[in-house]
């Protein structure tokens, strides 16, 4: 079964840094998603995209966070000088369809901020 | 936006015991998908579920849209079974899942 693939499935980076989260979506999937879970705590939407533009984002994801799908196959989440609260895991995740159709998730990259 | 709720919290089974885990929904949803978390934080896809009854093994699902729940039947259960479940629900068009809080489900020998 076609999977979506994310690379580093963990990070341990220094307060300030920016970090990149790279992730292989299903390859005839058309949306894109990026969601985040804090430890102990639900799974929570960040991002979507879609035909190269942002489609809709929480209040979670601010100036700090940007999206990118730089080539035909790989999606990116960049986080701009990390703070100790961007510690979570990140999930991506795509979908074929926008809406009435299954969301295949990520294994997810586990981001640690020290 | 729309809520999602689900029970009970937490569950303890025997191996081999039955279980039924509820979410209920706020809202109309055109989208609504049961996960496994593992206990290596990996989300796993269960059902893909806005309305009717599925079955995949030894689980299955239903949802009834008009009364906005969802159940997840888990039967003859085993100790990979253990994990955290979500459901998760969208509303929209942007496929904006909501998740709930999940339940903590613990399968003991």
């Known amino acids: 079964e076609p999977e979506v693939t994310q690379t580093p499935s963990h990070q341990v980076t220094q307060m300030g840094q920016e970090v990149i989260l790279r992730c292989v979506p299903i390859?005839?999937?058309?949306?894109f998603y990026w969601y985040r879970q804090i430890l102990g705590q639900k799974v929570e939407f960040l991002v979507s995209?879609?035909?190269?533009?942002?489609?809709?984002k929480s209040e979670i994801f601010d100036d700090q966070f940007s999206v990118e799908r730089p080539d035909g196959s790989n999606f990116t989440l960049k986080i701009r000088s990390t703070k100790l609260e961007d510690s979570a895991m990140y999930f991506c995740?795509?979908?074929?369809?926008?809406?009435?159709?299954?969301?295949?998730f990520g294994e997810g990259s586990w981001l640690t901020v020290v | 936006g729309i809520q999602v709720e689900q029970s009970p919290p937490d569950l303890i089974l025997q191996e081999g015991a039955n279980s039924t885990l509820r979410c209920n929904f706020s809202?109309?949803?055109?989208?609504l998908q049961w996960f496994h978390q593992n206990p290596w934080g990996q989300l796993i896809n269960l059902f893909y579920i806005p309305s009717g009854t599925k079955q995949n093994g030894r689980l299955s699902a239903t949802t009834v849209a008009t009364e906005r729940y969802s159940l997840l039947y888990i039967s003859s259960s085993q100790t990979t079974d253990s994990g955290v479940y979500f459901c998760a629900a969208d509303t929209g068009t942007a496929s904006k899942l909501t998740f709930g809080t999940g339940t903590r489900l613990q399968v003991t020998l």
């Open positions: 809202d109309s949803v055109n989208n």
């Open positions: 995740a795509s979908s074929g369809q926008i809406s009435g159709n299954t969301i295949y």
């Open positions: 995209f879609y035909n190269n533009e942002i489609s809709e």
């Open positions: 390859s005839n999937h058309l949306y």
